[in-house]
């Protein structure tokens, strides 16, 4: 695992992955993407973990987008390439086998907020902005900001982010609903660990196909939702796991789930 990317796996289920290059504002490098990739797989492989929290190192920037610095020097198909690598990276941290948590500890412009945008929740620092601000830059969001951004907070408020490549603040994010919770600076992580810990307290298997059930079910009509929604359902019956949870009810004790 590069230094660019660090795992810390507590012992509730949590895995609380940084982004590590603060002297750049975690910006999107290629070696940055590269040692994302990996520490998804790791995480996906790993049966123990129930839920991740994603956030960056240090207090200035969660993730400044792409390098802009990098992709000075590329040709134009190189930039084709580099986009469709972050907008890759960010889909496979949307289809990472658990709830993931962004912990948005600073500026989160571009595709880092893309990234945010591809976690099941949002966290944020009440100091921090976020913004898709590629329009400012005769571009456009292109590693999903387009359609993720007015699938969470409606067309009008994400065309008006978009086109005007304006920052908003905290609590302009949580009124739009492009955060779910904020938090004071000293108190992010604690309060993402504190959220993904409880989440984590429940079965991993009914976790994954909820988080598919709405993912999936959220893209199409209500009677193809329900049909996904059933078939989901259907997955979480022959496990342990439900028995484990029936007879922890019963027995008025905390269940042990372990994912079978």
Excluded: W
């Amino acid at each position: 695992m590069s230094d660019l990317i660090t795992i810390n796996i507590h012992e509730e289920h949590v895995a609380v992955l940084t982004l590590n290059r603060p002297e750049a504002a975690n910006a999107l490098s290629h070696a940055l993407l590269v040692a994302l990739n990996e520490a998804i797989k790791e995480i996906n492989q790993n049966k123990s973990i129930y839920c991740t929290v994603i956030t960056g190192a240090g207090e200035k920037a969660f993730c400044a987008g792409a390098d802009l610095k990098e992709r000075k020097g590329m040709s134009e198909d190189e930039v084709m390439k580099a986009v469709r690598y972050i907008g890759e990276t960010v889909t496979a941290i949307e289809g990472m086998n658990m709830p993931v948590i962004a912990a948005i500890n600073g500026a989160a412009y571009g595709g880092g907020l893309e990234l945010a945008l591809s976690c099941d929740i949002r966290i944020a620092a009440q100091n921090i902005k976020l913004g898709l601000t590629e329009t400012s830059l005769a571009i456009i969001p292109g590693a999903g900001g387009t359609q993720r951004l007015p699938r969470l907070i409606g067309t009008g408020h994400a065309k008006r982010l978009i086109f005007t490549a304006k920052p908003i603040d905290a609590s302009e994010a949580i009124s739009i609903g492009l955060v779910e919770q904020t938090a004071e600076q000293a108190d992010l992580l604690t309060d993402a660990l504190v959220l993904a810990k409880t989440i984590a307290s429940n079965g991993p298997i009914a976790l994954k196909q909820a988080k598919i059930a709405i993912n999936n079910g959220t893209q199409t009509d209500i009677k193809e939702g329900l049909d996904i929604e059933r078939a989901c359902y259907a997955e979480t019956i022959p496990t342990v796991d439900r028995v484990e949870g029936l007879q922890a009810f019963k027995e008025k004790r905390k269940p042990l789930y372990k994912g079978i």
